[in-house]
């Protein structure tokens, strides 16, 4: 695999609402190692992406542990029964479950990719892709 070679996957995940049955949700997961930082995740039904988040890899990892983040992210491993899970709650509102294992599996693969400690942001195009975004 080259250095700049985007890795996917879709995983299957549970959106636990407050009240209410448990809905199924494909996710297609992606890592581009330019943004080393960060795994996209679209949350889709029936073809349409529905909404799209960009999750700190790390704190994925280290939610796997025990409870990270704040504020609009939150991630915490849950163990019910046989079914080891991570669960990730967005803006305090919406909280999704994905199997640990599923999520492990991918995340591996983008440490293969770029190992931690050795992530790299060119700042230069960084910036210039913002300002050109912006000027749209």
């Given at each position: 695999?080259?250095?700049?070679?985007?890795?996917?996957?879709?995983?299957?995940?549970?959106?636990?609402?407050?009240?209410?049955?448990?809905?199924?949700?494909?996710?297609?997961?992606?890592?581009?190692?330019?943004?080393?930082?960060?795994?996209?995740?679209?949350?889709?039904?029936?073809?349409?992406?529905?909404?799209?988040?960009?999750?700190?890899?790390?704190?994925?990892?280290?939610?796997m542990r025990g409870e990270v983040?704040?504020?609009?992210?939150?991630?915490?491993?849950?163990?019910?029964?046989?079914?080891?899970?991570?669960?990730?709650?967005?803006?305090?509102?919406?909280?999704f479950t994905v199997r640990t294992?599923?999520?492990?599996?991918?995340?591996?693969?983008?440490?293969?990719?770029?190992?931690?400690?050795?992530?790299?942001?060119?700042?230069?195009?960084?910036?210039?892709?913002?300002?050109?975004?912006?000027?749209?």
């Amino acid at each position: 695999m080259t250095a700049d070679a985007v890795l996917r996957d879709k995983v299957f995940m549970r959106l636990l609402p407050q009240t209410g049955q448990e809905i199924p949700v494909l996710a297609h997961m992606r890592y581009d190692p330019r943004d080393p930082y960060a795994v996209t995740v679209e949350f889709t039904h029936g073809g349409w992406v529905y909404a799209e988040w960009r999750l700190d890899r790390g704190m994925l990892r280290d939610g796997m542990r025990g409870e990270v983040g704040e504020g609009d992210v939150r991630v915490w491993p849950q163990v019910d029964g046989p079914r080891e899970e991570l669960c990730i709650e967005l803006m305090r509102s919406a909280v999704f479950t994905v199997r640990t294992r599923s999520l492990l599996r991918f995340l591996d693969r983008t440490y293969g990719a770029v190992p931690a400690g050795e992530e790299h942001v060119e700042l230069d195009e960084f910036l210039a892709e913002i300002l050109s975004s912006g000027s749209r």
